[in-house]
């Protein structure tokens, strides 16, 4: 089992970079794969970058691809999301989540991550 609690949210401009991290509990926090995934108002939770235990194969949703760059450190139980050149449109709830994804076409789903932390606020203005 772990827990998982989000920091670094706030309230940034257009173009401005953040990086949000994820502290876990636990002491098999290297077995899981993690995941952000992120929710505006009135819209559907989607994926936005996960990273393979092991190898740290990583995975982007097309939207942040080449904006946002997630890594671990399993030393430190700790996942973060680099977000570059933010838009309007990425402001969201931003989950991180862990699990066991199975396939590359797993990473993105979010019913395959079993583990969730209660999010952060990210609102990108103009």
């Known amino acids: 089992q772990v827990q998982l609690v989000e920091s670094g949210g706030t309230l940034v401009q257009a173009g401005d970079s953040l990086r949000l991290s994820c502290a876990a509990s636990g002491r098999t926090f290297s077995i899981y794969a993690m995941g952000w995934f992120r929710q505006a108002p009135e819209k559907e939770r989607e994926f936005v970058a996960a990273?393979?235990?092991?190898?740290?194969?990583?995975y982007y949703a097309d939207s942040v691809k080449g904006r946002f760059t997630i890594s671990r450190d399993d030393a430190k139980n700790t996942v973060s999301l680099q977000m570059n050149s933010l838009k309007l449109e990425d402001t969201a709830v931003y989950y991180c989540?862990?699990?066991?994804?199975?396939?590359?076409?797993?990473?993105?789903?979010?019913?395959?991550?079993?583990?969730w932390g209660q999010g952060t606020q990210v609102t990108v203005s103009s």
């Open positions: 989540a862990a699990g066991f994804p199975y396939g590359e076409s797993e990473y993105a789903k979010s019913r395959k991550y079993g583990y």
């Open positions: 990273i393979s235990s092991g190898t740290g194969s990583t």
